[in-house]
């Protein structure tokens, strides 16, 4: 018989499932990071190169194989396609929301924290947007969720059965995005059980010698080596010294020294960033914090997981968006406390914390989809109604309890339902999908005039050479990243006289250059996007 518990799993999978699958089918693949990782997958296939990560035709070192894998099964399974590209992520989110609520039910013993937990997860903008996008994060999210939970309850059950599960979850998150992996959970655990030593009065009750033997536990660390050891090891075996230049030095260790875009790295980025990847929840984030006892032990290592991943990527050169999702593991349940607690007290702080800000950022995203050209209102309008329709039912029916779940859930199903279908344009603009109709009418050669799309190579076989005119990056991502058959401009204007019928697109911030170029005056403007302008050479 299923109880409850595991009911509750199978249902917050479901609907993390079908919400977030929804319309994947007619979201574009995008420049510059998805498509890398759907073209590695299918180069891996085309080669049967399940160990060597590879694009355009080589060996790539750019992350560990675990996202590949999965997209590569994804494709062996159900085709090539922009639907089937997207799986993998959106069952590792439903995953993900589902881990939520079994760690923290298993953490708090409350059913109530736990659902909200995962629907504040659910909801959270940094996930949603992470969890439709083909990129490696949504899986290192889900390890470092487990490592995060069953850590804890290792320390404070003293089960060495949940260490042995986080160190399983580490080492898939060494093999989804390296050596960080390990490195930076064992940072903050090692910090946590040197606060614990700290923050107790009763140094005789407490065995420092006892934490670090459960933390180096040696069934759990040989796992770790068991799952994440090989494909390194294979790694090295087949390429060497490349391996450890290209992956560990350049892909690691250069990341975090020498920035990839300069004009990211700043100190304050993520003071920024990570307030926005909690919306909607950032109020009641902070509403908790007013009430938190630290020396607690779960809030405790909450704040050092938060810090620790905060700072760390803050110090580190190389700055993305994505890095910091996983500190919002502990503020996201801080908050489902705030919810819960003040839903069951019936406090009008619920309406400051929950029903405000949602609605705000209801309102926020209709007006940017009504002020965008490009972009179609109707649905975040049709969303709005039904959002205000669902407000008034809950308003007439507040006496029979409605639960926390569906006043939560429903809203946000609704308001990202609506955001999908808006956002299509955008992401459009941002794919080589765009440019499809030109490159087959075309039976010469492509050219892309300052940048490129590897999504061509997926939407049309066609590899487009890449016409390198000047970057503020620092030129040892030219060399390490750019695997695309590459030319200087001065190449390409001796080149390109003589290609009659060749294709180039020049995207908007390279107009400029483009037409102060020799090969302005012998080429016609044949079409335009919003994001380029497609010339042939006549």
Request: hydrophobic share 45%; charged share 10%.
């Amino acid at each position: 018989m299923i109880n409850n518990h595991m009911l509750r799993i199978g249902a917050l999978f479901l609907l993390t499932v079908l919400s977030y699958g929804f319309y994947n089918a007619y979201l574009p693949i995008t420049d510059p990071v998805e498509s890398n990782y759907v073209l590695s997958a299918i180069t891996m296939l085309k080669h049967n190169s399940w160990i060597s990560p590879m694009i355009y035709d080589q060996v790539w070192y750019d992350k560990p194989p675990l996202t590949y894998w999965a997209l590569m099964i994804s494709y062996k399974l159900f085709g090539i396609s922009d639907f089937t590209s997207r799986i993998p992520n959106t069952l590792i989110a439903g995953g993900s929301v589902a881990l939520m609520y079994h760690l923290v039910y298993r953490i708090k013993e409350s059913t109530h924290i736990a659902i909200t937990s995962a629907i504040l997860l659910f909801g959270a903008l940094q996930f949603w947007y992470i969890s439709h996008a083909v990129i490696t994060d949504g899986f290192l999210f889900f390890f470092s969720l487990a490592i995060f939970g069953y850590s804890y309850l290792a320390f404070t059950n003293n089960d060495k059965h949940s260490m042995v599960k986080a160190y399983g979850a580490a080492a898939l998150a060494v093999v989804t995005k390296g050596p960080v992996g390990i490195v930076l959970p064992g940072l903050i655990l090692l910090l946590f059980i040197a606060a614990r030593w700290l923050t107790q009065k009763d140094k005789d009750e407490y065995s420092l010698a006892k934490d670090i033997t459960l933390l180096f536990n040696p069934l759990g660390i040989l796992l770790f080596i068991v799952l994440a050891s090989p494909w390194y090891i294979a790694m090295y075996s087949i390429h060497g010294q490349e391996f450890i230049s290209g992956f560990l030095g350049l892909h690691n260790m250069e990341r975090a020294l020498v920035s990839e875009h300069p004009k990211f790295n700043v100190w304050y980025y993520y003071l920024i960033i990570v307030p926005l990847a909690l919306l909607p929840w950032t109020p009641a984030v902070i509403y908790r914090l007013k009430n938190i006892t630290w020396k607690n032990n779960f809030y405790l290592l909450g704040a050092i997981w938060f810090v620790v991943i905060v700072l760390f990527y803050s110090l580190v050169a190389t700055k993305y968006i994505t890095y910091t999702l996983p500190a919002i593991i502990p503020c996201l349940i801080w908050g489902a406390e705030a919810i819960t607690t003040s839903c069951h007290n019936k406090s009008t702080s619920f309406k400051y914390i929950v029903t405000i800000p949602l609605g705000i950022y209801t309102i926020l995203f209709l007006v940017a989809s009504i002020a965008t050209p490009e972009l179609n209102p109707i649905p975040l309008i049709s969303a709005f109604v039904l959002l205000v329709l669902f407000a008034l039912v809950v308003k007439r029916y507040r006496n029979r309890n409605v639960p926390l779940s569906i006043y939560l859930a429903t809203p946000l199903t609704i308001l990202y339902t609506a955001i999908t279908i808006t956002v299509t344009p955008i992401l459009s603009d941002q794919s080589g999908l765009q440019f499809k109709p030109y490159i087959e009418s075309s039976a010469q050669h492509t050219y892309i005039y300052g940048t490129y799309y590897t999504s061509i190579v997926y939407y049309t076989k066609d590899t487009p050479t890449q016409v390198f005119v000047h970057t503020t990056d620092n030129p040892v991502w030219t060399a390490g990243k750019t695997l695309m058959p590459t030319i200087t401009v001065e190449e390409f204007d001796t080149r390109i006289s003589n290609e009659k019928g060749a294709t180039i697109i020049v995207p908007n911030k390279y107009s400029k250059e483009f037409a102060n170029s020799p090969t302005n005056n012998i080429a016609t403007e044949v079409g335009k996007t919003k994001s380029a302008s497609i010339y042939k050479i006549q």
